[in-house]
């Protein structure tokens, strides 16, 4: 018995287009051709074609494959890297599924950085782009600790820092330094006082530092980047002089 490509792609629940490609990559042999010229495909091209699709199935790159006599393929190397490959996105797949569930749960935006979906809603564009930023820099325990300033500063002050105009004087600024100070809520630092350990990714401190200043200045108006230098020094001024009182 023989088909023709359309009949053989249906019986291998698959399409002409991949068929041809099977082809043209050397894992399914041109067939032999009738008197009027049409392909007829042989019990022996079916067979090779399902193997060729269960590897395919299996996600096998095909570049990977090779024929092993006229009725089997070969994988060099087995199949242990894939395997591994597989577990790897297995349990990536969980964590998105995680993170899609926890979106879904807080109808936060779909760009909320992981752990903070069920404030996400009282976060500013910028306070989320650098949140995503601090993770990419930051440790797990780092986080955790940001997740709890986040979720401490209060309304009032979120506002007040959201909605500060450029051309706030200076007695304004100072008033919403002071209210960091007060709330320990300056976590938008280029020198976070959640921070525990740097991961790898920058060089060092200085290099973590100077590129959470240069984000800081593109997310922030000059006024809520002021602010934050302030608080900075504000909170260093209070250390130094606890310290020199005791």
């Known amino acids: 018995m023989t088909w023709s490509t359309r009949e053989l792609a249906d019986l291998a629940g698959t399409t002409v287009n991949t068929v041809r490609h099977y082809h043209s ?15 007829r495909y042989r019990v022996g091209h079916l067979v090779r074609l399902i193997q060729v699709r269960r590897l395919a199935e299996l996600g096998v790159p095909l570049a990977n494959v090779e024929a092993a006599g006229p009725s089997g393929l070969a994988v060099p190397g087995g199949l242990g890297e894939l395997d591994t490959q597989v577990q790897a996105e297995i349990k990536r797949l969980h964590v998105a599924r995680a993170d899609i569930a926890a979106i879904l749960r807080d109808n936060a935006p779909v760009d909320t950085p992981r752990g903070f979906e069920s404030m996400a809603s009282r976060l500013s564009e910028a306070d989320r782009a650098l949140i995503h ?26 506002r007040d820092f959201d909605n500060l105009p450029v051309d706030s004087d200076g007695v304004t600024r100072q008033r919403v330094v002071h209210r960091i100070s007060a709330e320990d809520a300056n976590w938008r630092s280029p020198d976070p006082p959640w921070s525990i350990e740097s991961v790898v990714g920058l060089r060092g401190a200085a290099d973590i530092y100077e590129t959470l200043s240069a984000v800081l200045q593109e997310l922030y108006n000059s006024a809520q980047h002021d602010v934050v230098r302030r608080a900075d020094v504000y909170a260093s001024e209070t250390e130094h002089s606890l310290v020199s009182a005791s």
Request: glycine residues 4%; charged residues 25%.
């Open 133 to 158: 930023v601090f993770a990419r820099l930051y440790d797990t325990e780092s986080m955790a600790n940001l997740k709890q300033m986040v979720a401490a500063e209060s309304e009032d002050l979120r």
């Open 25 to 39: 990559i050397g894992l399914l042999q041109a067939p032999e051709r009738s008197y009027n010229g049409y392909k």
